[in-house]
């Protein structure tokens, strides 16, 4: 609870407010009624909900005020965002209960535990059936969807000061946390650009701009990131806290509240039947559990003749869903889907005018819907919870596997990294404790974990390890497949022996190794294959060492014997530094502490393996210093996942230019111009000064559209121009269609089935890697999973070298594709590189940094940032 010292001035605050005409009986039933001694939100913000844009500080407040006025409620905070605003939950029950909160957590989780008996665990004479039920009332993942914000302060107060015997009832059977802002950083933006741009009396044209907020807009975080897909990966500190708490809880009923577009209507769950049900959960959840959880939205809504939909559009494939997620954890995860103001009030063709507190009213009766359902069906969620882990642990033993082996013998910080995430999801892992083989790979123990299939836990691991390939419909609301050790590009392999090779179980999520380095007289080696060499890099580098990097594969002599370092690997000769050899120390030193990577001391220039610590093979690392494009017209997803990567892991500053300033950039200033999707069209206008940039010696890195656009306009003189859609072999297209049939007729409502059959919506593919070129560099395997969600089909680059990342004839590895696209896809580059003059255009084909956890292939981008001026055709002189 927070302290009388934080409180003080709020609760001063609510008095000196001045008194505003009460609009609850528009949001609340009829006849509900309240207690005198809590404000409403209202009274608090001293304004009327819906006639401004409630900013998250002031919901914070609220939800404080509330914990400070009534003994049935208590607040905390679970968390920061990047931008430090907490992360608010509100617990609201009973006095009773609140005293006893922590002992109810710790019944509900023994009466769920399929390990012991149902009443296991419970005091003496106490049962499951007595318990509260658990329920999670989350809002606003999306910070432009706001009117989920004010529905939540309606809702606490609601379930704080209500009076009367069905509250009463509802506080002593459940416990309701509270959380009003799931992207508190989103929620702000939007919520100025609406309140800036707020007209009195309200406009309700959507050309007005108010409804038309700027680049990059609320949606996401601050890295513009979409935490509606972050459950699963837990790319952002949002999301990890989240789980966290949800994993200390593990609610029977969890919200989650959107928006959509003003011309829609409003939409609860059940989804779409059969395709849009993820199918590792149980059937019932959707055929039985929500439908009888709708009857009372449904209630809800009519009584206020609002319009709904229902069984359409949205899906629960994706466990990184917030209405997915959960009911991985014997949960029912729920979305709801409001039309949307975006702002204060819009035209609508479904609605003539629609406002924002008729948005807020409907999300707020569903919300009060949801909390009587959770009540009634408190015990049917209880045992279909504790059943949910107990056929786990059947179906886990039952499965094609008994568990996964995974490892990398060479990169221990992505062996770090996924631990994490495993340890995270409370996925149970084991270190490996004898030799092993799968999928084509050795595994030994110190490098390799075993996860097991039976464990509670297994519809979540099953989902990080399994690749798929059979599907219920062939159209996705996002993607189709999201295999984690693929993204991670960690070697791994399914285990079919009864007996698995278990070792000690990891307890917790690995911490930093602390690396000692010992001190050398000639120079430092640091092996590239260790993704935590990159960060480390960039330490060296900002602290002014000259390092050079590895072209081929070299044998060192160290203090403790001859040690291998693949391409790529760093050295830091201590004689050509301008900082005296205590200083290298303390920096080298230091980068290993940081990033737990490990720098060895070369004994002497001369190798017993490969080239001398002295030879033209080691060449000079530049630091290199970027421009990356960004504004309208940009994909703020893309451009968020780069600067996350460079700014949170590789810690490496660049420079964010918005589309409109690039007539003042220095271009001699730079050595690297990323281009991510969208950014192209910024240099429509200025293409000739970008190729005599590139020319002169500058490095671009252009991804998706912004590489089909630089192939197009000839910046690659090897690479020809693709189309959206365009084939690989555009005659051996044109021959193919010569043959066809005419296409059978069609209903029209089939266009959206088939046409949606035929794209790419994201899907995991093998691609050949050349570990030879510099872009190759720290990969110690051909075999590279890439991310494909696009039509972009390329030919392979005309010279011989310039292919790096090409799919195999037979590349599908996870995720829907129809048989067209299959066959289109076989052969097709992901990754190419050309020379342009003196500089070098590297094509990213599909997107390296997908979502911030494809960190498989991250290191093609790095690479291209730091030795990109080093690529050339072999033959060319360097």
């Given amino acids: ?66 914990a400070a006025l009534s003994d049935r409620a208590s607040y905390q905070s679970i968390g920061m965002t990047y931008e430090h ?48 039920a658990i329920v999670h009332l989350g809002y606003g993942v999306h910070g432009n969807e706001t009117s989920s914000g004010e529905a939540a302060m309606l809702t606490a107060y609601w379930l704080v000061a209500g009076t009367g015997p069905e509250m009463d009832t509802i506080r002593s059977q459940g416990v309701f946390h509270i959380e009003p802002a799931l992207n508190p950083d989103g929620r702000d933006r939007h919520t100025q650009w609406a309140n800036s741009n707020r007209a009195q009396p309200f406009v309700a044209d959507p050309l007005d701009r108010e409804h038309n907020e700027v680049w990059p807009g609320g949606r996401t975080n601050h890295y513009w990131f979409d935490l509606n897909r972050d459950w699963l990966p837990l790319v952002n500190p949002e999301s990890k806290a989240r789980i966290d708490f949800h994993h200390a809880w593990k609610a029977q009923v969890v919200t989650d509240y959107h928006e959509m577009g003003a011309n829609s209507s409003y939409f609860f769950e ?123 642990l059947t179906e886990g033993a039952a499965y094609r596997a008994t568990g996964w082996v995974f490892g990398d013998e060479h990169d221990l910080a992505a062996n770090r990294a996924f631990l994490d995430l495993l340890a995270r999801h409370r996925i149970e892992t084991f270190e490996l404790a004898s030799r092993v083989s799968a999928g ?21 691991a099953r989902s990080v390890f399994e690749r798929t390939e059979e599907f219920a419909d062939s159209v996705f609301y996002d993607a189709s497949t999201w295999t984690v050790s693929l993204a991670f590009d960690i070697p791994d392999g399914e285990l079919t022996t009864r007996t698995l090779p278990l070792g000690s179980r990891v307890e917790a999520a ?11 007289k000639l120079a430092y080696l640091m092996d590239w294959r260790d993704s935590a060499a990159m960060p480390a890099l960039q330490d060296l580098q900002a602290a002014g060492l000259r390092v050079e990097a590895a072209f081929q594969p070299f044998e060192a002599m160290t203090p403790t014997g001859p040690v291998a370092f693949g391409r790529g690997s760093i050295s830091v000769p201590i004689g050509h530094q301008t900082l005296d050899a205590d200083q290298v120390f303390e920096v080298v030193s230091g980068a290993a502490r940081r990033h737990g990577v490990r720098i060895h001391a070369a ?20 630091a290199p210093r970027i421009l990356i494009p960004m504004g309208e017209g940009v994909s703020s997803y893309e451009a968020g996942q780069v600067w996350h990567l460079l700014d949170q892991r590789m810690h490496l500053p660049v420079t964010k230019v918005d589309v409109t300033d690039l007539g003042r950039v220095k271009w001699a200033d730079f050595d690297v111009l990323v281009l991510v999707g969208g ?115 390329f030919a392979p680059s005309q010279s011989p070298y310039g292919t790096v990342a090409q799919l195999t004839e037979d590349p599908h590895l996870s995720g829907y594709v129809s048989d067209r696209n299959r066959q289109r896809l076989a052969g097709s580059p992901s990754a190419m590189a050309d020379r342009l003059g003196r500089g070098t255009v590297v094509l990213l084909v599909d997107n390296t940094n997908f979502r911030g956890y494809w960190r498989g292939t991250n290191r093609l981008f790095i690479n291209a940032l730091f030795l990109g001026n080093h690529i050339t055709a072999p033959a060319e002189p360097r």
């Fill in 679 to 793: 950014a192209e069209g910024a240099f429509e206008s200025r293409l000739d000064d970008l190729k005599a940039w590139i020319s002169g010696g500058g490095t671009l890195v252009a991804q998706r559209s912004a590489a089909a656009w630089a192939a197009r306009n000839e910046l690659t003189p090897n690479v020809a121009a693709p189309g959206i859609g365009a084939p690989v072999d555009p005659e051996a297209e044109k021959k193919s269609k010569e043959a066809e049939e005419p296409p059978e007729r069609q209903d029209y409502d089939q266009a959206s089935e088939i046409s949606g059959a035929q794209s790419i919506g994201g899907s995991i593919w093998e691609a050949d890697l050349d570990i030879t070129h510099p872009l190759g560099f720290g990969y110690t395997d051909r075999f590279l999973p890439v991310w494909r969600d696009h039509s972009y089909f």
């Fill in 440 to 460: 084509g790979r050795e595994f030994r123990p110190g490098s390799a974990w075993v996860v097991p299939a039976r464990q509670p836990m297994y519809r979540l």
């Fill in 603 to 622: 004994t002497s220039f001369m190798t017993p393996e490969g080239p001398d610590l002295g030879s033209g093979s080691f060449r000079p690392v530049r």
């Fill in 85 to 132: 605003r907490p992360m608010p939950v509100l617990t609201v029950t009973s006095r009773q209960n609140l005293a006893e909160l922590e002992n109810i957590r710790l019944r509900h989780l023994a009466s769920i535990d399929p390990a012991g008996s149902p009443g296991e665990g419970l005091p003496a004479g106490s049962t499951p059936e007595g318990l509260p």
């Fill in 270 to 392: 059940p989804s779409e039947p059969g395709g849009s049900w993820n199918p590792l959960l149980p059937t019932t959840l959707y055929t039985d559990i929500t439908v009888g959880f709708s009857e009372y939205w449904a209630e809800a809504l009519d009584k206020i003749g609002s319009l709904y939909f229902t069984r359409e559009v949205y899906d629960n494939t994706y466990p990184g869903y917030g209405s997915t997620y959960p009911n991985f954890l014997g949960g029912l995860g729920l979305v709801f889907e409001q039309a949307s103001s975006r702002g204060h009030i819009q035209e609508s063709t479904h609605h003539g005018v629609l406002t924002f507190p008729f948005a807020i009213r409907n999300h707020l009766r569903t919300s009060l819907g949801t909390v009587r359902a959770a009540i009634d069906k408190r015990e049917e969620m209880r045992e279909y919870q504790r059943a949910f882990f107990a056929t786990a």
């Fill in 510 to 520: 690995p911490t930093m190794p602390v690396q000692s380095v010992t001190r050398s």
């Fill in 1 to 66: 609870m927070p302290s009388r010292s934080i409180l003080l001035p709020l609760l001063l605050a609510f008095v000196a407010m001045p008194a505003v005409g009460q609009n609850l009986d528009y949001f609340f039933p009829e006849g509900t009624t309240f207690d005198d001694g809590i404000p409403s939100p209202q009274e608090f913000l001293g304004y009327e909900i819906g006639s401004f844009h409630t900013r998250h500080d002031r919901i914070v407040s609220y939800m404080q005020v509330l």
